[in-house]
C-alpha cells in the first residue's frame, strides 16, 4: 500500500513564496513517476507539474515561477513556488504511479495514488 503525505501549505502574500513536499512510502520510490495538481474552490482538479523519465513538464500557468524536484534517498518530492499569485490558491495534491502514469500524464485518471491535499492560499 503506497501513502502519500502532503505538507508545506499556508498563507502567503501575493509574490510569495512556498515549497511543498510529498513523502511517500509503501513501495519503492525510485522507478515511480511523481507528480503535482491542484484544486481551487468550484473548479477541477488541474495539471502543475511532473517528473517524468527524468524530465520535468510544467503547466502553461506556473511555467518559471514553480520548479519541481524530487530526493529518491527520502521518497519526497517537492515543489518550490514563487511569485506565487492569488489565483494560485487551492489544495495542492501530489500524484504517483509505478513506472509511467496510465495515460497522458496531465489527466487526473491516469494516476493510480493521491495524497490529501495540502491548501495554499495566496492573498492580494
Known amino acids: 500500500q503506497v501513502q502519500l503525505v502532503e505538507s508545506g501549505g499556508g498563507l502567503v502574500q501575493a509574490g510569495g513564496s512556498l515549497r511543498l513536499s510529498c513523502a511517500a512510502s509503501?513501495?519503492?520510490?525510485?522507478?515511480?513517476?511523481m507528480g503535482w495538481f491542484r484544486q481551487a474552490p468550484g473548479k477541477e482538479r488541474e495539471f502543475v507539474a511532473v517528473i517524468i523519465i527524468g524530465n520535468t513538464v510544467y503547466a502553461d500557468s506556473v511555467k518559471g515561477r514553480f520548479t519541481i524536484s524530487r530526493d529518491n534517498e527520502k521518497n519526497t518530492i517537492y515543489l518550490q513556488m514563487n511569485s506565487l499569485k492569488p489565483e494560485d490558491t487551492a489544495v495542492y495534491y501530489c500524484?504517483?504511479?509505478?513506472?509511467?502514469?496510465?495515460?497522458?500524464?496531465?489527466?487526473?485518471?491516469?494516476?493510480?495514488?493521491w495524497g490529501l491535499g495540502t491548501q495554499v492560499t495566496v492573498s492580494s
Open positions: 500524484a504517483l504511479s509505478f513506472g509511467l502514469p496510465s495515460g497522458p500524464y496531465h489527466r487526473t485518471s491516469s494516476w493510480r495514488y
Open positions: 509503501g513501495r519503492t520510490f525510485s522507478t515511480s513517476t
